[in-house]
Nanobody, 126 residues
Framework: VQLQASGGGLVQTGDSLRLSCAIS????????VGWFRQAPGQEREFVGA????????YYPDSVKGRFTISRDNAKDTVYLHLNALKPEDTAVYYC????????????????????WGQGTLVTVSS
């Protein structure tokens, strides 16, 4: 399984941005595809996921209402929609595929059963 994140860039406070995670290979039914972000000097943070079966989405309280995840099955792509962006949303954003019951607690790439894409940088100017 390979994942490739894209869509990052420089935006202004209040702007919206859509990140894409293109997936190749077969995702196990019990997995989810999630998004994470990591700001300089900070721990990697879970910002949402969608189950591979059922398209159930999960968000932490920190981004609920501003970030949403959607999926295009025909393109094998999962999107992260970032709305009302703030300077504190500046980070490298990563997508990953992992067990549905584990993905929200992942903080790094040490889980050998998870698949990670490379990050895409989002910079929000004030």
């Amino acid at each position: 399984v390979q994942l490739q994140a894209s869509g990052g860039g420089l935006v202004q406070t209040g702007d919206s941005l859509r990140l894409s995670c293109a997936i190749s290979g077969r995702i196990i039914d019990s997995y989810a595809v999630g998004w994470f972000r990591q700001a300089p000097g900070q721990e990697r943070e879970f910002v949402g996921a969608v189950s591979w079966i059922g398209d159930v989405t999960y968000y932490p309280d920190s981004v609920k209402g501003r970030f949403t995840i959607s999926r295009d099955n025909a393109k094998d792509t999962v999107y992260l929609h970032l709305n009302a962006l703030k300077p504190e949303d500046t980070a490298v954003y990563y997508c990953a595929a992992a067990d549905l019951h584990e993905i929200a607690t992942m903080r790094d790439e040490s889980d050998v059963t998870a698949y990670w894409g490379q990050g895409t940088l989002v910079t929000v100017s004030s």
